[in-house]
Structures are given as structure tokens and as C-alpha cells.
């Protein structure tokens, strides 16, 4: 029999997958990319940056096109409700001294992605399901621009790729620049952070071919995967 001064086995804690930011973003930028081609294909709309959409609300504003003034508004206020959302839930987690910020927006994105697939799943002849369809997933996609924003310090964003296109033609033209002689005002490429940029285009890219694929395949259940990668980023550690 064991002795009753015998300390029971102290059970050891199940070890969280560690990501590098990089990688962290990486992977939001692969699913930004096939949220934001599938919404082009399911609801004829780009759903994961703003810019065009405010140039359409604005143009339609000035011809009293009314009905559209009202689905830019669908696309745009639930934009910023997502990035609002997060960045409470990540201000709260911070102020609460909680390791992994970033658990509480990535749990409800999955959870609401996840939920937009099985109801589209079941439902997608019906035209009812394209309604909720643009603010959803705009809500997600400001949600999830807003965390990686939060997380990397605004050095890493997702859900579009002109302010990644701009930064990189800023370290290419750093780059190639001429400079002359021990010039003090030394023109140095940061090299480190043009890999990365080029890395998070290409996520972008082969996230949209993959989610042009997926969509164009299965519908509205191609969310199901991609929630269940944005569930599993959640819960991993950021280095």
C-alpha cells in the first residue's frame, strides 16, 4: 500500500503549440485571403478590406443611390464593430495578465465562423442566407485585422494587401537605391522585414486561390476548416 505521506503525482500541463509572430500572422494572411476570395464568389463581394468599399459608398452617396449608400454601411459599420470587439476583448485579456491576448477575438471569430458554415451548409439554396452573409464576414475580417494589429504592434495586417504592397516597394526602392561614398544619410533596406512582407503577400495570394477553390467546390462549408485553423491559432503560444 502507499504510504499516506506520499505525494500524489502532480498532473503536468499539456504543452501549447508555439508560433513566432511571423508565422502567427502568416496564417491569419492565408485565411484572410480564402475569406476574402470566397466572399467574392458566394456573395459577389470583397469582404476583407474597406477601401473600395468606401469609394462605392462614397460615389453612391453623391448619385442618391440609396440602396447601395445602405450595403456599403452593411459592410463597413460591421468592419469596425469586429475591430472594436477585439480590441476590447485583447485590452481586457492584457489588463487581466492573461498570456495568450490574442485567445478570446480567435475563439470568436472561429466560433462565429463556424457557425456561418453549418447554417450555410444547411441553407445555401436559399437566398435568406446571403443577407447576414456581407456583415458577418466583415465583422470577422475587421475582428481579425484588429487583433494581429494589436498583438504585432501594427507591424503585421491581414485582411489586405495595399499597405503590404506599399511597404514593400519602399524597402525595394531602399534597396536599390545609390549610395555614395560614407554618405551619414545611409540608405540601409530592411531586409528582414522585406522577407516578411513578401512571405505575407504570398499567404495572402495562396490563400485566395485556395479559397477560390474551396468555395467555388463545397459553398459555405469550406468555413468549417478555416475555422477550425483559426481555433487552433487561438490556442497557441505567441513567441
Avoid at 502567427?24 to 463581394?45: D, P, R, S
Avoid at 462565429?112 to 475580417?141: E, H, K, N, R, Y
Avoid at 516578411?196 to 459553398?219: C, D, K, Q, S
Amino acid at each position: 500500500m502507499p504510504s499516506m505521506t506520499q505525494r500524489p503525482i502532480a498532473r503536468q500541463r499539456l504543452s501549447r503549440p508555439r508560433l513566432t509572430e511571423a508565422g502567427f500572422g502568416l496564417a491569419l494572411t492565408v485565411v484572410a485571403g480564402a475569406i476574402n476570395a470566397g466572399g467574392l464568389l458566394l456573395v459577389g463581394q470583397y469582404t476583407s478590406h474597406m477601401t473600395g468599399t468606401v469609394s462605392a459608398l462614397a460615389d453612391h452617396l453623391a448619385l442618391g443611390a440609396w440602396a447601395a449608400v445602405l450595403a456599403g454601411l452593411a459592410a463597413l459599420l460591421p468592419f469596425l464593430a469586429g475591430a472594436a470587439t477585439s480590441a476590447m476583448l485583447v485590452n481586457w485579456a492584457r489588463r487581466h495578465a492573461h498570456r495568450r491576448s490574442h485567445a478570446l477575438p480567435m475563439r470568436l471569430e472561429a466560433g462565429l465562423m463556424l457557425g456561418f458554415g453549418l447554417l450555410g451548409a444547411l441553407w445555401q439554396d436559399s437566398p435568406l442566407v446571403i443577407v447576414p452573409a456581407v456583415p458577418l464576414l466583415c465583422f470577422l475580417m475587421g475582428l481579425q485585422n484588429a487583433t494581429i494589429t494589436k498583438i504585432s504592434g501594427a507591424r503585421i495586417r491581414t485582411t489586405h494587401v495595399t499597405g503590404i504592397a506599399t511597404d514593400i516597394g519602399i524597402e525595394l526602392g531602399k534597396l536599390i537605391y545609390w549610395n555614395r561614398g560614407a554618405d551619414p544619410r545611409f540608405v540601409r533596406a530592411d531586409r528582414g522585414k522585406l522577407r516578411l512582407l513578401a512571405v505575407l503577400l504570398g499567404g495572402f495570394f495562396v490563400g485566395g486561390v485556395a479559397g477560390a477553390l474551396g468555395f467555388g467546390r463545397l459553398g459555405f462549408v469550406c468555413c468549417l476548416p478555416l475555422a477550425g485553423v483559426v481555433l487552433a491559432l487561438g490556442e497557441a503560444e505567441i513567441q
